[in-house]
């Protein structure tokens, strides 16, 4: 059984950086396909893909936030973190992370997502 | 970079079939892959790799894919399926590897 679940800060300040971890179970990233990706949802809004990394630590960035992000694995902790700078208003969103379907191109299981609000 | 639109709003009548469709410029050649999402919750797959259904799923939850629209069909549609819906490609040309449509919000009436 797949489970995922992201945590973090509920509240960041502009300009800071922000870091949530996804922590994951029934299934290894080191396992050939395998793939975790991140995607937020801001209030009212639709889905937007944010990042996506793989079993052999290709990553993949949404190239409207590239500048600001970075994804990384920790394999013996189950683990995906993700880091994104010079947090702004707009980045106010629930964040999901998501295992990617192996040898398919979509989700097929989500974490429960968590809100981020960006306020001074 | 991909574009996917979707219409905001679908209304059907209980038990009748709705039709949510997806365009882009020659979707037909890519994978569709479609999500639900009830009000505060995450999204669920009801359909990938455009037909295929993942277990568990009603169905009555179907996909087709062609040309330059992909449909979700739901037949014999149910309060419960009352939410928004995604359609999401991957674009492999470009560096936006996963695209979501805008979601279109099923209304059962």
């Known amino acids: 059984q797949i489970t995922l679940k992201e945590s973090g800060p509920a509240l960041v300040k502009p300009t800071q950086t922000l870091t949530l971890t996804c922590t994951f179970s029934?299934?290894?990233?080191?396992?050939?396909?395998?793939?975790v990706g991140w995607i937020r949802q801001p209030p009212g809004k639709a889905l937007e893909w944010v990042t996506l990394?793989?079993?052999?630590?290709?990553?993949r960035y949404n190239p409207s936030l590239k500048n600001r992000l970075t994804i990384t694995k920790d394999t013996s902790k189950n683990q995906v973190v993700l880091t994104m700078t010079d947090m702004a208003p707009v980045d106010t969103a629930t964040y999901f992370c998501?295992?990617?379907?192996?040898?398919?191109?979509?989700?097929?299981?989500w974490g429960q997502g968590t809100l981020v609000t960006v306020s001074s | 970079s991909y574009v996917l639109t979707q219409p905001p709003s679908v209304s059907v009548a209980p038990g009748q079939t709705a039709s949510i469709t997806c365009g882009g410029n020659?979707?037909?050649?890519?994978?569709v892959h479609w999500y639900e999402q009830k009000p505060g919750q995450a999204p669920v797959q009801v359909v990938y790799d455009d037909n295929a259904r993942p277990s568990g799923i009603p169905e009555r939850f179907s996909g087709s894919n062609s040309g330059n629209t992909a449909t979700l069909t739901i037949s014999r549609v149910e309060a419960g399926d009352e939410a928004v819906y995604y359609c999401q490609v991957w674009d492999g040309s470009s560096d936006l590897a996963v695209v979501f449509g805008g979601g279109t919000k099923l209304t059962v009436l």
């Open positions: 990394i793989y079993w052999n630590d290709d990553k």
């Open positions: 998501a295992h990617k379907r192996v040898y398919s191109s979509s989700f097929d299981y």
């Open positions: 029934g299934f290894s990233l080191s396992t050939s396909a395998v793939g």
């Open positions: 020659n979707i037909g050649s890519k994978s």
